[in-house]
């Protein structure tokens, strides 16, 4: 199982671009290619994807994890390249993606083969959980219903063994604790605490980051 950062507020590779957003490409043997929300725009997305050697067209799966212009914003660009992916959005975005069926996620649900949503968690997001040999590694856009509650969620398919993405203001760090694999991305408020508190399990985040499990 692989997880590229295609949009991050930060750069680890040169000749991608960073914008304030999250984005990120998994790759698994079993499912189709999947896009896990899409930045703030589509030029930077798609610029990044581009320079990564990531086909839009490849995408079979598009799963939004919330509402806000920072991961959505880049979708118009990959629907207009991409005719035909599934897409998954919490039901709590409400604009309609006219021409092209969308499942609105509610509760917990399976996407694809080791591949699941938490569903949508108190009203705003949902986060994906990923079934890998080591344990459920946890993929969130901007963690607003809280990393605890999220990796709880999660632990529905197994134990969490990891977490990558946005974790905005969490500051509970304790709940870090069992995990072995910890990517702060994008808005996370905290990230030198982090760091600092789990330095051989934090991975630096960054457009251009692959993470394999
Ligand atoms: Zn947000
Ligand atoms: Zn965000």
Same mark, same amino acid.
């Given at each position: 199982?692989?997880v ?6 930060? /750069? =680890?590779? !040169?000749?991608? %671009?960073?914008?304030? #957003?999250?984005? =990120?490409?998994? %790759? ?6 999947i ?14 994807m ?14 939004? =994890? +919330?509402? &806000?212009?920072? +991961?959505?914003? @880049?979708?118009? #660009? ?11 959005? $919490? ?5 309609? *993606? $006219? ?6 996620v509610?509760?917990?649900?399976q996407?694809? !083969? ?10 705003? !997001? ?11 590694? /946890?993929? /969130?856009?901007?963690? +607003? $219903?809280? /990393?605890? %509650?999220?990796?709880?969620?999660? =632990? ?5 063994y990891?977490?990558?993405? @946005?974790? &905005?203001?969490?500051r ?13 991305? +994008? ?5 030198? %605490? ?16 692959? *993470? !394999?499990?």
């Open positions: 199982m692989k590229t950062i295609v949009y991050d507020n930060e /750069v =680890s590779k !040169e000749g991608l %671009e960073a914008g304030w #957003g999250f984005s =990120s490409v998994i %790759e698994t043997k079993n499912a189709p290619l896009l896990f929300d899409t930045g703030a725009d589509s030029p930077t997305l798609l610029h990044n581009r320079e990564l050697g990531i086909d839009p067209k490849d995408i079979g799966v598009i799963v939004i =994890s +919330h509402a &806000h212009g920072d +991961h959505t914003g @880049g979708l118009w #660009g990959i629907l207009e390249a991409n005719k035909d992916a599934d897409i998954y959005v $919490p039901a709590s975005l409400r604009s309609a *993606i $006219p021409g092209r069926e969308v499942t609105r509610v509760g917990s649900l996407i694809c !083969e080791d591949i699941f949503s938490t569903g949508e968690l108190r009203g705003i !997001e949902q986060s994906l959980a990923l079934k890998t040999d080591k344990g459920i590694l /946890v993929i /969130v856009g901007c963690s +607003h $219903p809280g /990393v605890g %509650e999220i990796i709880d969620a999660a =632990s529905e398919w197994g134990k969490a990891g977490i990558v993405g @946005g974790f &905005h203001g969490f509970d760090f304790d709940r870090l604790a069992g995990l072995s694999l910890i990517c702060p991305c +994008h808005c996370t408020q905290y990230k030198s %605490e982090i760091k600092r508190l789990f330095p051989d399990k934090c991975l630096e985040c960054g457009a251009g980051v692959a *993470i !394999e499990v």
